[in-house]
């Protein structure tokens, strides 16, 4: 940003005066756009790190003709470049050599002080999206919790008066203090702009909703802040939808912490229609998922389920969809889910969704298709946009929209017959394990939770696409089942897609720690292994070379209704079932048996192939809004490399 306020977007002046090749300037500004369009140096979408494709010796000329920029560089030290630690080249745990900002400046703290703490936590009824924790030398702990100022009101902070707690267990002795304003200034800013914005709002319930925000942003109240997710659920059919927060928690090892994100979108209202249809439709479509009524809620809580076109998404990658309570997120090309934490709310209040158009519909000009056979290329090519749209709704509404926690809700209370449980369709017992007063999904299923989720959703898509009632809502076909016709296509497409997707998702493998790098691919790769197990050869990986470098999927599409639906039902009542019933040591095991790769073919000769294919990924050059006189101009950018740091110079956050 230094650099383009020295040059004004005349980087070829720039480059003259750095005494650097246009080569060297190319390398320099994709690196840039990257780093911005992932908010960071490490990619939104896989955690890993990437480095310049120049050397320092470019970025040192570049920042010597500006002061500001001098200083600035010189604090990273290098680091930009280091890649020789390959634990540092991956988010994760700092006690397996990774890197994270979530547990800053703790070298010494391991997953089971982040466990205990968390338990510890949850006793005490304090969440922890908005935290971050420090291990200091002494042993104690500080929770760093977002605000605008340091010291809240005792009736505005979620613990009264409390600042400081003596711990137990085994870290009994030790301290966890209460440390407001992390992120101080930046908090600030936004609960003044949120305080701002409530002044235009269009009825009571928003003006509500920005109260609530400001008072979670400005004190670290999270029950303020789910104060506000109950509003903006109740806030139904605005033309212009927002909402922000502390909301994804991909990218905190543990699963709990959560990152900043914010948008702002226009409703499509022709698309909007297909989508309202779609939750007209909801409650008869329920029924045909693979397990009773005692593991669904008591009333489908019919959500506001809008199609909209983004005007701004900031965070470190842009969703094609979105259910609230806490955010499931949809990444464009590969659905991307997070779990709820806020279940109480979705059980209660229900949830809202929202599509993003036009992020759905972004493609790179000449954009390849590995895996898919020549022979399918067209209809894949002809129907993958629409297929997408009918996965991303079914994933929203009746993925994360469908299902109920067996829970004891408070000591002794319980929200299901506790004498004569449900029976478990998976053992054929009654069932044993639910959760307990103060835990939620999240805290129990821990860092499998967002990935486990997105495959529970992303199967409930798989197999509801199959109903050609479903399909007919969207505008393919006339109801009737017909594999050949156009709504054929598009169930075809979408389990080819889904297919390509779990081949594509080993490129987030990484052999050398043997683990995955982005939880929503594990989850795709391990619907690829279910679609293979349904045996019949439904789905084969074809090649004729050794090498694997012919490799496409065969979809056999005759076999879909027969074998493709029944083998997803099956994976997920099993998913389903240890979600409601807490059960996580089946549901992990389950998960982490189906996503296991193997060195020498799955993570060996496939990946290596993936790897050898692998596209690079879309960052999105966005638009943004002036004042000019009484009107609001929408200012947009050409999609260039300039044209993305122009965007981010311009927006001036």
Request: proline share 5%; glycine share 8%; charged share 25%.
């Amino acid at each position: 940003m230094t650099l383009y306020e020295r040059c004004k977007s005349d980087w070829e002046t720039l480059r003259r005066e750095a005494g650097i090749s246009n080569s060297d300037l190319q390398g320099f500004l994709e690196y840039a756009a990257q780093f911005l369009g992932n908010c960071g140096n490490y990619k939104s979408f896989g955690d890993s790190k990437f480095v310049p494709r120049v050397s320092p010796k470019v970025f040192e000329a570049l920042a010597a003709t500006s002061p500001k920029s001098q200083i600035l560089y010189a604090r990273t030290e290098g680091t930009i470049f280091g890649h020789h630690d390959p634990g540092l080249m991956h988010l994760g745990y700092t006690e397996n050599g990774h890197m994270t900002t979530y547990y800053p400046d703790s070298p010494t703290i391991t997953k089971d002080d982040i466990s205990i703490i968390g338990d510890f936590l949850e006793q005490k009824k304090l969440l922890p999206e908005n935290t971050r924790l420090k291990k200091n030398k002494s042993g104690d702990f500080d929770l760093l919790i977002a605000s605008a100022i340091t010291h809240p009101p005792h009736d505005a902070s979620d613990v009264g008066d409390v600042t400081e707690w003596e711990l137990e267990g085994k870290l009994k002795g030790k301290k966890l203090r209460l440390i407001f304003g992390d992120h101080q200034e930046e908090m600030a800013k936004i609960a003044l702009n949120i305080k701002r914005a409530e002044q235009s709002a269009a009825n009571e319930t928003q003006a509500k909703m920005h109260e609530a925000y400001a008072k979670s942003f400005g004190t670290g109240s999270l029950e303020a802040f789910k104060q506000s997710q109950r509003y903006w659920i109740q806030d139904k059919g605005p033309m212009v939808e927002t909402d922000l927060g502390f909301v994804e928690t991909y990218r905190d090892p543990h699963g709990v912490r959560g990152e900043w994100e914010g948008f702002v979108a226009m409703i499509n209202q022709e698309r909007t229609k297909a989508f309202g249809k779609l939750v007209e439709s909801a409650e008869s479509m329920i029924p045909k998922l693979p397990w009773s009524k005692d593991f669904e809620k008591d009333k489908f809580l019919s959500p506001d389920f809008t199609s909209l076109e983004v005007l701004s998404f900031a965070g470190s990658g842009i969703p094609a969809g979105i259910n609230i309570p806490l955010c499931v997120f949809d990444i464009p090309e590969i659905s991307l889910t997070l779990a709820s934490n806020y279940d109480d709310i979705r059980q209660t209040l229900g949830f809202k969704n929202v599509s993003l158009g036009n992020v759905l519909g972004a493609k790179a000009p000449n954009e390849k298709i590995p895996f898919i056979s020549a022979s399918d290329l067209d209809v894949y090519q002809r129907c993958r946009e629409g297929a997408f749209e009918v996965q991303v709704g079914i994933h929203e509404l009746l993925g994360h929209g469908t299902g109920k926690l067996l829970q004891e809700t408070s000591p002794g209370e319980y929200n299901f017959d506790v004498k004569n449980p449900p029976i478990d369709p998976v053992t054929g017992k009654p069932v044993s394990t639910w959760y307990k007063p103060g835990q939620t999904w999240g805290s129990v299923f821990g860092s499998i939770a967002a990935s486990y989720e997105e495959c529970r959703a992303e199967c409930v898509a798989m197999a509801l696409s199959c109903d050609f009632g479903i399909l007919s809502i969207f505008g393919f076909g006339n109801g009737k089942e017909d594999l050949d016709g156009p709504a054929g296509d598009i169930l075809f497409v979408a389990y080819l897609q889904m297919a390509r997707a779990g081949i594509v998702a080993l490129e987030f493998w990484d052999p050398k720690s043997k683990k995955w790098g982005q939880a929503h691919m594990q989850a795709r790769f391990s619907i690829l292994r279910c679609f293979l197990d349904a045996g019949e050869d439904f789905v084969q990986l074809h090649h004729t070379k050794e090498d694997l470098s012919d490799l496409t999927i065969q979809l056999d599409r005759s076999k879909i209704l027969s074998h493709g639906r029944p083998a997803i039902e099956r994976y997920l009542r099993k998913l389903h079932v240890y979600k409601s019933t807490a059960d996580v040591e089946a549901g992990k095991k389950l998960y982490e048996d189906v996503t296991y790769v193997d060195d020498e073919y799955w993570g060996g000769k496939v990946r290596e192939e993936v790897m050898k294919r692998k596209q690079p990924r879309k960052v999105f050059v966005q638009a943004n809004t002036v004042i000019e006189g009484d009107r609001v101009v929408l200012k947009e950018y050409e999609p260039t490399l300039e044209g993305m740091i122009q965007s981010y110079a311009e927006r001036d956050v």
